[in-house]
Structure formats: structure tokens, C-alpha cells
């Protein structure tokens, strides 16, 4: 079954939806739904041009990235909101805002970027439901269903209505929960890698096409299918956050497990890795690092090409303690060094890399501790 929200496709009858490998549903048009409401717009926007160059845009009335754009992001790029009402969340990574309602007769997901999407006891490539800002558990061998009191029911998921969930718990039987009493629902779903464009939208929604391009200064559009009812499905500016063209135009440098030391004796070597559900909640996945050092910390990196980019933010309190270098290595040899002082509060890197694994250290030369603290924002690895 296709996990992906499939944009702009005819919804079939549901007889149809049950018989077809591949469903889809047609995404309505914007004025035939409410949209959730939004914050006022931000005027700043960075994208990634073709070849990995940024370019600001200021002001909402100039011109956003065009078709060759690899991605673009609101600036300050910001955690995603975390949605007061519901959240159903794909085994590929999409999220949609809304709540179970009936359609035709049956429980359906209602949301106002897809077409209602029918659950009942059909609920392959769905990851959880969400009813609070809190994230749901991971499941281990069973569905999850917790409670608003925080008891925890595990078993299998055997259906969901309009009104109730049940959960088989094999010798136990079946329990029967209202979803008014129920926070999360945790499903046992295979993660699937995302394919396609990924569109990340400021009441926590990320959903995913074909491609993604710009409509003039106001309007992002998500092409569908030749020939579909709906061929294209437009939102406005003011509720988009982030996009990226591919799976391989933006690679989050939070997404990389590093192996990390201590250059010296006693130092403290940490490197602030976010957990998946903090890295899940921004745009491209591009969570804030900490570092706090001296420290040595290894990534992986990637088999191509590539240029490392970020910000390293210090604030007043570490700038005021020392002036530490951050060093960038690869296979041996340094390829960034840059002495971060009172005054760098953000200093923007691009670091052209081979590939492979490399090195981050930061750390003082002197050997002293103080200040040595830094915050990695919307670090990415940007194939070359």
C-alpha cells in the first residue's frame, strides 16, 4: 500500500480503494477547506540553488526559489509547532494534521491537505495518531495505545471508529477505549524512506510530491498526475516553512551518528545529539546541535562530495568566557580552522568536503575549558 499522501489524484469509490495495490486521494482545492490557522508570515527566506549556493530573499513580496531550487527555509529556521489538536503520522515521515471523522459511512482521517483517507481495520503505512502535543511511544513488538492518564495498553490494533479504538491483547481479550480518554496510538509500521518533494508547514504537517515549485510571490505548488481530477495542489506562502526537492538535495548533519572524545584531560565531551522525535519536529530534520567541549566528534559523512553548512551560534555567556577554534579535519589533513571570538555571536561555515568521514573539534589552544560551547543550527551536508 502506498504510504505517500498522493496529491491531486481522483478519490475512488471505497470498493475500488480496497481492491487497488496503490490507492490515492485527491487533495481539494484550498478554498473548499478552512486551513488551520497560522502565525503572521515571515518575510526572510534562504534556499539552495542548483548548485548548492544560498540566496536570501527579503520580503514577502520577492520572488521565492524557482523549479531548480534543492530546498528553501524560512529564516530563523524553526522547530515545527506542536499541533494542539490531532496528528496522524505515515510510515514515510508525513504528518497530518486533523481528526477522525466519517466518511461514507466510515472512520476516516480528515484533514485539510488530503482527501479523507478511510481507516477502519485497514491501517497499513500508518506510523501513530496523535490526540496531544506529546509524542507518542515507540512501539516495540505491539501497537501502543496510551491513555490521557497515562496508562499504557499494548496489543494489536484491531479497529478504530468515529468515536472508539480497540486493541486486541491476545489472552486478555479485547479492550475498547472512547477516543476521548486516548492521547497516542502507536501502529507497527516498517519505516519507509521518503520519496519525491517534502513540504514542512508551520501547524506541524509534512506532506510530500511528485516536485515543488513556486506559483509568483504567493503560492507553493505540488504538481500531481497527469490527467487527475485535481492536477496541482496549491498553498500559500504564509503557511509553508520549509521545502526540499528530493531525499538527496539536503542531508541533516543531526541525522549522522558521531563518535565522540575528549582532546583533553578532563574535559568535558559532549555533543548534544537530538532524538529522533526532536529531529522529526523540524524541517529537513536540521535539529540544533550542542557541543559542548573541548571535543572531538568523528562523523560518518556521506560517499560523495559535499560541502558542510551552518551557523555556529555562541551566546553572550560563552563568548564572554574564551575564544575556542573550531576545526574541521578530513583524512588527516584540516580543511577549516576559525577562531571564534568575542563577537562571533553566529558565524556562517561552508566547508568543502570529499568524500567520506571527518572530524569536528572545538576546543581552546591554550587547553583551557572555558567557553568552549557552541550550538550547530540547520547544519546540512549539501552533495556537490
Known amino acids: 500500500m502506498s504510504l505517500a499522501c498522493s496529491f491531486a489524484l481522483a478519490a475512488p469509490a471505497l470498493a475500488q480503494f480496497q481492491d487497488r495495490p496503490k490507492p490515492a486521494f485527491e487533495l481539494p482545492r484550498a478554498r473548499e477547506r478552512t486551513p488551520p490557522r497560522a502565525p503572521e508570515p515571515t518575510v526572510a527566506w534562504w534556499s539552495l540553488g542548483p548548485d548548492g549556493t544560498p540566496v536570501k530573499a527579503e520580503g514577502a513580496d520577492q520572488r521565492l526559489p524557482d523549479a531548480g531550487a534543492r530546498a528553501a527555509w524560512t529564516e530563523p529556521l524553526r522547530e515545527l509547532a506542536r499541533a494542539d489538536g ?24 480528515i ?13 497499513d503505512g500508518i506510523a501513530s495518531i496523535t490526540f496531544t502535543p506529546e509524542a507518542a511511544p515507540a512501539a516495540s513488538d505491539q501497537d501502543a495505545l496510551v491513555l490521557r492518564n497515562g496508562d499504557r495498553i499494548d496489543g ?29 496510538i502507536t501502529l507497527l509500521a516498517q519505516p ?7 513540504l514542512w508547514m508551520v501547524d506541524g504537517s509534512v506532506v510530500d510530491g511528485p516536485s515543488v515549485h513556486w506559483m509568483g510571490t504567493d503560492y507553493l505548488q505540488l504538481p500531481g498526475i497527469a490527467g487527475s481530477k485535481t492536477n496541482v495542489f496549491t498553498v ?72 558542510l553548512r551552518a551557523v555556529v551560534f555562541r551566546d553572550a555567556t560563552a ?10 579535519r578530513q583524512g588527516g589533513k584540516e580543511v577549516l580552522r576559525r577562531t571564534l571570538g568575542p563577537t562571533d555571536e553566529r558565524v556562517e561555515i561552508a566547508v568543502p568536503l570529499a568524500g567520506g568521514a571527518f572530524e569536528l573539534e572545538l576546543a581552546r589552544a591554550d587547553g583551557q575549558l572555558a567557553g568552549t560551547f557552541a550550538v550547530l543550527e540547520r547544519a546540512m551536508l549539501v552533495p556537490r
Open 236 to 307: 500559500p506562502r504564509r503557511l509553508v516553512t520549509a521545502f526540499r526537492s528530493d531525499p538527496t538535495s539536503v542531508m541533516a548533519l543531526a541525522e549522522q551518528r558521531a563518535e565522540v572524545r575528549a582532546p583533553v584531560l578532563g574535559g568535558t565531551a559532549l555533543v548534544g545529539a537530538p532524538s529522533a522525535e526532536s529531529r522529526g519536529r523540524w524541517p529537513m530534520g536540521l535539529a540544533s546541535i550542542e557541543v559542548q567541549g573541548p571535543v572531538v566528534a568523528a562523523f560518518p559523512g556521506v560517499p560523495a562530495p559535499c560541502t
Open 156 to 184: 494489536i490494533v484491531d479497529s478504530i471508529d468515529a468515536k472508539t479504538v480497540t486493541i486486541d491483547c491476545g489472552p486478555s481479550g479485547k479492550v475498547t477505549a472512547e477516543l476521548a480518554t486516548v492521547a497516542s
Open 192 to 198: 519507509v524512506p521518503p520519496a519525491g518533494a517534502r
Open 111 to 123: 484533514s485539510p491537505w488530503c482527501a479523507p483517507r478511510p481507516l477502519g481495520a485497514s491501517l
Open 319 to 328: 563568548r564572554a568566557a574564551g575564544s575556542p577554534d573550531l576545526v574541521i
Open 86 to 109: 490531532a496528528m496522524l503520522t505515515l510510515a514515510d515521515g508525513q504528518r497530518l494534521a486533523g481528526e477522525i471523522g466519517s466518511f461514507a459511512d466510515m472512520a476516516a482521517w
